[in-house]
């Protein structure tokens, strides 16, 4: 049986990545209907978002509205950079989108 891939819309959106009452800078690199790429800024420390790590993401999906998504970590790359940075590339499903974020999704 042949697997259908879902839709990956590129986008390039700055969004906040929240673990328990920690907050990370980050950038949504695409969307598809259940899931996200996101990029953090660099920081001086990895920081861990392991598979099956529960967290919020947040973004503006217009300046009057902001979308809060609760996400679980599927798989993560940690990239280091130069100055002994680190940024973390994460591959986020969506749990239960809800229908404001399916509408967005939509719209792209």
């Given at each position: 049986m042949k697997r259908v891939l879902p839709v990956r819309v590129p986008v390039y959106i700055k969004a906040t990545l929240i673990s328990g009452s920690k907050k990370h800078g980050a950038v949504i690199g695409n969307l598809s209907d259940?899931?996200?790429f996101v990029e953090t800024e660099p920081?001086?420390?990895a920081t861990p978002f392991l598979p099956g790590k529960k967290l919020k993401l947040v973004f503006e999906e217009s300046p009057k509205n902001i979308l809060n998504l609760n996400c679980e970590v599927i798989?993560?790359?940690t990239k280091k950079l130069a100055q002994s940075s680190f940024t973390n590339c994460i591959g986020?499903?969506?749990k239960?989108?809800?229908s404001k974020y399916s509408?967005?999704?939509e719209s792209l």
């Amino acid at each position: 049986m042949k697997r259908v891939l879902p839709v990956r819309v590129p986008v390039y959106i700055k969004a906040t990545l929240i673990s328990g009452s920690k907050k990370h800078g980050a950038v949504i690199g695409n969307l598809s209907d259940h899931g996200a790429f996101v990029e953090t800024e660099p920081t001086k420390t990895a920081t861990p978002f392991l598979p099956g790590k529960k967290l919020k993401l947040v973004f503006e999906e217009s300046p009057k509205n902001i979308l809060n998504l609760n996400c679980e970590v599927i798989w993560l790359y940690t990239k280091k950079l130069a100055q002994s940075s680190f940024t973390n590339c994460i591959g986020l499903e969506i749990k239960k989108p809800f229908s404001k974020y399916s509408k967005y999704f939509e719209s792209l």
